[in-house]
């Protein structure tokens, strides 16, 4: 199941989260953005729950990281 995050962080912290989170196995893509958020990651869990844990133990945890919002992807193939 693949779903993107958006992460909101501390001020100029964005390039030290996203080399972070990039380590994580579940993180396919991260990228730096302009607008409200600051990053954008593509995730791929095994299910909902596997999402909801490692993005509450894992990149919630992380200090630099204010807000997070997730977006599940529906796969209609």
Not at 45 to 69: A, D, H, Q
Request: hydrophobic share 45%; aromatic share 10%; no cysteine.
């Amino acid at each position: 199941m693949k779903s993107y995050l958006f992460i909101a962080t501390s001020s100029e912290e964005e390039q030290k989260v996203v080399e972070s989170i990039q380590q994580f196995p579940e993180v396919l893509k991260a990228n730096i953005v302009f607008g409200e958020w600051d990053i954008v990651a593509l995730l791929e869990t095994e299910s909902p729950e596997k999402l909801g844990s490692f993005v509450m133990e894992k990149i919630r945890k992380l200090p630099e990281v204010r807000l997070t919002s997730t977006m599940i992807l529906w796969d209609s193939d």
